[in-house]
T-cell receptor
Framework: DVKVTQSSRYLVKRTGEKVFLECVQDMDHENMFWYRQDPGLGLRLIYFSYDVKMKEKGDIPEGYSVSREKKERFSLILESASTNQTSMYLC????????????FGPGTRLTVT | AQSVAQPEDQVNVAEGNPLTVKCTYSVSGNPYLFWYVQYPNRGLQFLLKYITGDNLVKGSYGFEAEFNKSQTSFHLKKPSALVSDSALYFCAVRDPRGADYGGATNKLIFGTGTLLAVQP
């Protein structure tokens, strides 16, 4: 079975802090994704990566950056956390075959105070 | 515009009754459609997908979904609901926009989710 793990289930940070969210997948998938999930808004794509060191902006990239130095690891960075970034963050991965369902990690619930 | 709509925020059904969770889509080209389920404090789990072929797709936990091209719908169904089916359900469609990078990026567009509550 595909396994996607995220470094923290719950995280509390202060406004202005730099925050790192880590995601690791064990199925050698080329594609990795970061979403945020908010009530009533569903899942919104922040960034995705289709290969090591390659990244593309999603629908809501503002205030976020990403890093993919190794194929199995995809990091989401909040450069200066703000209260409006309080949310559930979900990581996913998929292969490049059509149509390629995505496999999700358990999520990180981030609270910025 | 590419989009997915789940018109019901919540669906209530009694245990043992059939259930339907609705999804409609708008996408250019042939749609690749998915259903996911999310249990409390968990990530999303893949349930089933439609690529091509038979309009009735069977998936995990006894769920199935019916693809209807003329109505641009992909409703999730189960003949007999269980209390343990209570969860948040998401419909998604593969995003056809953007270039492929030597393979499919498999980006998905998600609906806003439908909370299914099964009463004992």
């Amino acid at each position: 079975d595909v396994k996607v793990t995220q470094s923290s289930r719950y995280l509390v940070k202060r406004t202005g802090e730099k925050v790192f969210l880590e995601c690791v997948q064990d199925m050698d998938h080329e594609n990795m994704f970061w979403y945020r999930q908010d009530p009533g808004l569903g899942l919104r794509l922040i960034y995705f990566s289709y290969d090591v060191k390659m990244k593309e902006k999603g629908d809501i990239p503002e205030g976020y950056s990403v890093s993919r130095e190794k194929k199995e690891r995809f990091s989401l960075i909040l450069e200066s956390a703000s209260t409006n970034q309080t949310s559930m963050y979900l990581c996913a991965s998929s292969n490049t075959g059509y149509p390629g369902e995505q496999y999700f990690g358990p999520g990180t619930r981030l609270t910025v105070t | 515009a590419q989009s997915v709509a789940q018109p019901e925020d919540q669906v209530n059904v009694a245990e043992g009754n059939p259930l339907t969770v609705k999804c409609t889509y708008s996408v250019s080209g042939n749609p690749y459609l998915f259903w996911y389920v999310q249990y409390p404090n968990r990530g999303l789990q893949f349930l089933l997908k439609y690529i091509t072929g038979d309009n009735l797709v069977k998936g995990s936990y006894g769920f199935e979904a019916e693809f209807n091209k003329s109505q641009t719908s992909f409703h999730l169904k189960k003949p007999s609901a269980l209390v343990s089916d209570s969860a948040l359900y998401f419909c998604a469609v593969r995003d056809p926009r953007g270039a492929d990078y030597g393979g499919a990026t498999n980006k998905l567009i998600f609906g806003t989710g439908t909370l299914l509550a099964v009463q004992p």
